[in-house]
């Protein structure tokens, strides 16, 4: 079945350390996403790319850094400049342009929590 | 600025109830795109439905409905006889037209649990 997926599921940090969560989909979309979740502030984007060896900055993206060299993969590195990681991380992915019916549809992963130390 | 406000943060019900979870929104854009995912414990975001600026028609989907307000800017979501497998963070999101990035806007999520 196609699909996202994201590893880990859990992951611990100590202060200081950088740390990469992986994002992986074999739904053949050219575009991805990653989008942090904080309790209680719903999901905010952090990176989003359109297409391969490209990418923005969101609206969070400081303390973050991605690549996009495959078509399939869209790895998030949080670095230590972010100053509270502690979070659930999800990443999504799409079709690029618009469908009969509008916007094409987000498709998310299961997320990975990061816990700092 | 586009923005999403779910002022609902929690709502407890028991099973059998209706529920009703408001969406409100603010853009400048006239063409834009307005969404609901389902949160479930596990984590992963599962869409129920997408509704087009110039589609205003509310939508049924089983004990799911929909009701798209342009007026009032709002797009409330109503869960009939309610069950525990209802239980689960919704989210309301909004993408502007304009920008045709993917880009969500959403709510800060209602958190439905459904007692039995």
């Known amino acids: 079945d196609g699909g996202i997926t994201q590893s880990p599921k859990y992951l611990f940090r100590k202060e200081g350390q950088n740390v990469t969560l992986s994002c992986e989909q074999n739904?053949?979309?050219?575009?991805m996403y990653w989008y942090r979740q904080d309790p209680g502030q719903g999901l905010r984007l952090i990176y989003y790319?359109?297409?391969?060896?490209?990418?923005q900055k969101g609206d969070i993206a400081e303390g973050y850094s991605v690549s996009r060299e495959k078509k399939e993969s869209f790895p998030l590195t949080v670095t230590s400049a972010q100053k509270n990681p502690t979070a659930f991380y999800l990443c999504?992915?799409?079709?690029?342009?618009?469908?009969?019916?509008?916007?094409?549809?987000?498709?998310f992963g299961a997320g990975s929590r990061l816990t700092v130390l | 600025a586009q923005k999403v406000t779910q002022a609902q943060t929690e709502i407890s019900v028991v099973e059998k109830e209706d529920v009703t979870l408001d969406c409100v929104y603010e853009?400048?854009?006239?063409?834009?795109?307005l969404f609901w995912y389902k949160q479930p414990p596990s984590g992963e975001l599962v869409f129920l439905i997408r509704?087009?600026?110039?589609?205003?028609q509310n939508e049924i989907s089983g004990r799911y409905s929909w009701n798209f307000q342009k007026s009032t800017s709002s797009f409330n979501f109503t869960i009939t006889a309610s069950q525990v497998v209802d239980s689960a963070v919704y989210f309301c999101?909004?993408?502007?037209?304009?920008?045709?990035?993917?880009?969500?806007?959403f709510g800060q999520g209602t958190t439905l649990q459904v007692k039995p």
């Open positions: 739904l053949n979309h050219d575009a």
């Open positions: 509704r087009n600026s110039f589609d205003e």
């Open positions: 999101a909004l993408e502007g037209g304009s920008s045709n990035t993917g880009k969500l806007i």
């Open positions: 853009t400048r854009d006239t063409t834009y795109y």
């Open positions: 790319s359109q297409i391969v060896n490209d990418f």
């Open positions: 999504a992915s799409r079709i690029s342009g618009t469908s009969s019916s509008g916007a094409n549809v987000l498709t």
